[in-house]
């Protein structure tokens, strides 16, 4: 086997054909961490001169003149090629102490234990416990999930061999029913544009307002966009409603409903149908009067719901923002998202749609409990990676952690 610096091109054909592959390690994230002021590394391990080993690290100076590394989502390797993983890792180590490194971080895309569902340890199923056991060996740290850079517990739908009307069916009634009904509303998914992408942004910072965590620049999405979409590996959606068209509709069904309780007889046995219409009828003209307001306030016939952002590449794709008007959520139209994201994926030949980050102690039904329950509502199941990983290169990582620790 033999370690060297491999080029970006390489690095490049090797990621597109490995099975740990995710955007996190593309050379389109390290292009954007390049200009945040981070340095990017391609290494590898040749063998008959063969890659069968690589990783794109990004490195960047902290005190005294030590470079931190990080490796997303990497390595690209077998991790459990315990050879492998252990001289790769070693010369990886001896390049960062040649480019004054002090320390390495890693999240490898690798599962740590199959779970169900409901986040429950599948008997049999996937089992990485040995690779944990391989790295700590190697002198890895594992961190606290709290301290992670990256999601560590996911939600996902498996696609593979799947119809829309199997994953409809298989859907949680209550998720099933709120797509069929937001449907009815008329309300229209679209992708946006560059020069659109502050529509996104607008809604994200109501979302991070209200949610109170921190909303990434617009920069960020527009340079998103630049790396990813001609490839066609990014979408940018968005969700309407025409109030006048919607307002219409209502009408329409209202003077159906109307029609529907003026022809049951004046009989006893009718007073159960009577009140159904009666409570349908009374729910439509209350929403055709939350719709005219709506339209009086915002002086404008369509407005916008909610907007998400996907990642697309095979054979995942992942749900990776969204954010949504908080006075428009009764329409659910992030439900429609994800279904319409679902059924792209199946007519493109995705195995996976990913909804992505979930809470790791969702059985103890922490404050965001609901971001977990929305996703499961799709049905699917919970995965665990096998988390995050510090390798100590220098004693300045020990000084550091020192520092950190009185400062507190």
Request: zero cysteines; aromatic letters at 14%.
């Amino acid at each position: 086997m033999e370690f060297k610096i491999i080029k970006e091109e390489e690095y490049k054909k090797f990621w597109e054909n490995h099975p740990l592959k995710t955007f996190l390690s593309s050379i389109e994230i390290g292009k954007l961490r390049h200009k945040s002021g981070w340095k990017v590394h391609y290494v590898g391990v040749l063998e008959k001169k063969k890659i069968v080993a690589a990783t794109m690290m990004v490195s960047r100076k902290k005190k005294f003149g030590k470079e931190e590394f990080y490796a997303p989502r990497g390595f690209l390797l077998d991790f459990r090629n315990q050879e492998l993983l252990g001289f790769f890792t070693e010369n990886v180590k001896k390049y960062i102490k040649e480019h004054h490194g002090y320390l390495l971080r890693i999240d490898p895309y690798v599962i740590y234990k199959e779970r169900d569902i409901d986040g429950n340890i599948v008997e049999g199923g996937e089992d990485n416990s040995i690779v944990l056991t391989y790295l700590e060996d190697l002198g890895f740290h594992k961190v606290q999930i709290k301290d992670m850079e990256q999601v560590g517990w996911m939600f996902s739908l498996d696609l593979k061999g799947k119809t829309e009307d199997q994953i409809l069916k298989e859907m949680k009634p209550n998720t099933r029913n709120t797509i069929r009904k937001a449907s009815k509303f008329g309300i229209e998914i679209k992708e946006l544009g560059y020069d659109d992408l502050q529509r996104f942004q607008d809604i994200m910072i109501e979302t991070g307002e209200r949610k109170s965590f921190s909303i990434r620049k617009l920069s960020y999405y527009q340079e998103m966009y630049q790396l990813f979409h001609d490839k066609g590996q990014i979408k940018y959606v968005v969700t309407e409603l025409n109030l006048d068209q919607y307002i219409k509709n209502l009408e329409k069904e209202l003077s159906y409903k109307k029609k529907e309780l003026d022809k049951l007889k004046d009989a006893k046995y009718n007073d159960g149908k009577r009140n159904s219409f009666q409570n349908e009828i009374t729910s439509i003209q209350k929403k055709i009067e939350e719709a005219k307001k709506i339209r009086k306030e915002e002086g404008k016939e369509v407005i916008t719901l909610s907007g998400s952002m996907f990642i697309m590449i095979q054979p995942e794709i992942i749900y990776l923002s969204s954010g949504n008007y908080q006075k428009y959520m009764n329409f659910n139209s992030q439900y429609l998202i994800q279904w319409d994201m679902i059924k792209y994926g199946i007519s493109q030949g995705f195995t996976k749609h990913n909804f992505y980050g979930i809470p790791a102690n969702i059985n103890e039904k922490p404050k965001d409990y609901g971001i977990y329950e929305f996703k499961r509502g799709f049905n699917g199941y919970v995965e665990e990676l096998i988390g995050e990983f510090e390798l100590p290169i220098s004693w300045h990582y020990y000084l550091f952690k020192f520092i950190h620790k009185i400062r507190g």
